[in-house]
C-alpha cells in the first residue's frame, strides 16, 4: 500500500473509533496542502481537546523538527492535549504524549514505545 494511501486509511480508522467513544472528531487532511500548522486528528469531548499526529509504521523513526514545532504551536493555541499516535502493523494503537516525544528529540523507537505507549482507553479516559 502507497504511503499516503496508509496514513490515510490509519488516520480515517482512528477518527472512527474516537467518534464511536463519543467525540466530536476532524480530520484535517494537509500533506503539505496548507500553510498553516495543523495535526492529523483534532477530537474534542466536553471540554476536552486531543490533539492527534498520526503515523503508520514499525517504531525507530524520527518526527521532523519542523512537524514537532507546528505541533507545538497548534497545541499552544488550542490548549489541547497533543499525542502522536502510531498505527502498528498487526498490533494495533499506541499513543504518546507529544511532550515526551518533545522531550526525548522527536525520536520513537522501540524501547522509547514501549516505555512511554498507552492504547487509546488510557488516551480518552484521562
Given at each position: 500500500?502507497?504511503?499516503?494511501?496508509?496514513?490515510?486509511?490509519?488516520e480515517?480508522?482512528?477518527?472512527?473509533?474516537l467518534?464511536?467513544?463519543g467525540?466530536?472528531?476532524?480530520?484535517?487532511?494537509?500533506?503539505?496542502?496548507?500553510?498553516?500548522?495543523?495535526?492529523d486528528?483534532?477530537?474534542?469531548?466536553?471540554?476536552?481537546?486531543?490533539?492527534?499526529?498520526?503515523?503508520?509504521?514499525?517504531a525507530?523513526?524520527?518526527i521532523?523538527?519542523?512537524?514537532m514545532?507546528e505541533l507545538?504551536?497548534?497545541?499552544?493555541?488550542s490548549g489541547?492535549?497533543g499525542?502522536?499516535?502510531?498505527?502498528?502493523?498487526?498490533?494495533?494503537?499506541?499513543?504518546?504524549?507529544?511532550e515526551?516525544?518533545?522531550?526525548n528529540?522527536?525520536?520513537v523507537?522501540?524501547?522509547?514505545?514501549d516505555?512511554?505507549?498507552?492504547?487509546?482507553?488510557?488516551?480518552?479516559?484521562?
Amino acid at each position: 500500500m502507497k504511503t499516503y494511501r496508509k496514513g490515510y486509511v490509519a488516520e480515517n480508522q482512528l477518527v472512527h473509533m474516537l467518534y464511536e467513544r463519543g467525540w466530536a472528531v476532524m480530520r484535517a487532511p494537509r500533506s503539505g496542502k496548507i500553510s498553516i500548522p495543523s495535526p492529523d486528528i483534532v477530537a474534542i469531548k466536553s471540554g476536552r481537546v486531543l490533539i492527534i499526529e498520526v503515523k503508520s509504521r514499525v517504531a525507530g523513526f524520527q518526527i521532523r523538527k519542523e512537524q514537532m514545532n507546528e505541533l507545538a504551536e497548534y497545541i499552544e493555541r488550542s490548549g489541547g492535549e497533543g499525542y502522536i499516535a502510531l498505527k502498528l502493523p498487526y498490533k494495533g494503537w499506541k499513543f504518546i504524549r507529544f511532550e515526551d516525544v518533545l522531550a526525548n528529540g522527536g525520536n520513537v523507537g522501540k524501547k522509547f514505545l514501549d516505555e512511554k505507549s498507552l492504547d487509546l482507553e488510557e488516551v480518552v479516559s484521562n
